[in-house]
């Protein structure tokens, strides 16, 4: 990608992405996007990724770890009390990465942006619900780009909306907020959905023993989303005590031997969410066509997102051999709302 793609990509980030929820990445992406000497140093990132979101998870990083800098003191995350966000935090910023530029490109090109939002299963659940209402069979749940597995337990948390009443799985140890928007109420169930397997695919699978891939995904949270990163810590600690399957490899090249596995009187559900938009198209078309082919042998459904549009969750099935699909929600990046548009 040439500069001034990388310095659209950064602007577009500030403006649609950051604006109104990160004011200090909003800042520093509007920066960087006239700075040719940080597109340069961003520039490294590994082919595919979302650049802006790679950069800054990697200088979050570097902080965490414990590098020493003045830039520490605007990130909330470091410290109760950050400076006001201004010409000198750019500075920071810039002294930073050129200090620890050789680190910086090692990150880039070895690391992928691989959030696991366990905030998304806020509408994760009420589609798995509306999933069940269709075939009243136990859930075989396949998830592509499955990093850590968060979102594989999505039926082991429980969950309160606006009514603030409680659902899921009312022993959970992991409770998510959400905000229900419009006029359309999803299927919620008072319990989780049974479900029989659970299984997550990924071509780098993080490690949440492993402290580096511990704090890399925390890194990739914005410094102001406290809520964000205390989730996390909760469901990472649950899934170390309650771990899932978790498989390196290619998805669309290991659907069909994994399907395999799973019993005819269990539903198979294939879904991502916010993976899609990595995927070059021709790897799109193959995960399509691995679906396909499931489908032409049992029932499965796929429930994804940012596949051809952005924040719109689909749901495409193929039951006793008719197909169907249909726009289940309109969502928030980081699950914090989402609006119900299925009937």
């Known amino acids: 990608m ?3 793609g990388l310095s659209n990509r950064f602007r577009s980030f500030a403006i649609h992405e950051c604006r109104g929820s990160s ?3 909003e800042y520093l992406a509007m920066r960087i996007a006239d700075d040719d000497e940080m597109l340069e140093l961003a520039a490294h990132a590994k082919e595919g990724q979302p650049v802006p979101n790679l950069f800054f998870g990697a200088v979050h990083y570097l902080l965490q770890q414990g590098t020493e800098h003045e830039l520490m003191t605007y990130y909330e995350t470091l410290t109760d009390r950050p400076g006001e966000i201004g010409e000198p ?3 920071a910023f810039q002294s930073f990465c ?3 530029n050789d680190r910086m490109i090692a990150i880039l090109k070895e690391r992928y942006v691989q959030t696991n939002e366990v905030r998304r299963c806020a509408y994760l659940y009420p589609s798995f619900c509306f999933i069940y209402e269709k075939v009243r069979r136990p859930l075989a749940l396949l998830e592509i780009g499955t990093s850590a597995g968060l979102q594989l337990l999505w039926d082991r948390f429980s969950y309160r909306y606006n009514s603030g009443e409680l659902l899921g799985d009312p022993s959970a140890a992991v409770e998510i907020h959400a905000e229900l928007r419009g006029d359309r109420m999803p299927p919620f169930m008072k319990n989780s959905p049974p479900v029989s397997f659970r299984c997550g ?7 949440l023993t492993s402290h580096d891939d511990y704090l890399w995904l925390k890194s990739l949270i914005w410094p102001e989303h406290r809520d964000r990163a205390a989730l996390f810590e909760q469901a990472a600690l649950f899934f170390q005590e309650h771990p899932a399957a978790l498989i390196e490899g290619d998805g669309s090249a290991s659907l069909a031997s994994i399907a395999a596995q799973i019993p005819a009187n269990s539903a198979l559900c294939v879904f991502h969410t916010h993976v899609a938009n990595q995927l070059s198209p021709s790897a799109k078309e193959s995960l399509i066509d691995a679906i396909d082919a499931i489908g032409r042998t049992r029932d499965v459904f796929h429930l994804y997102n940012n596949m051809h549009d952005t924040n719109i969750l689909h749901l495409d099935y193929m039951l006793s ?4 699909t249909e726009k289940l929600a309109v969502t928030d990046g980081h699950g914090r709302w989402f609006q119900w548009e299925a009937k």
């Open 2 to 4: 040439g500069r001034d």
């Open 201 to 207: 695919i990924d071509l780098h699978v993080n490690d």
């Open 23 to 25: 004011r200090l990445y």
């Open 321 to 324: 051999g008719v197909s169907g």
């Open 89 to 91: 935090t750019y500075a």
């Open 98 to 100: 050129r200090l620890h």
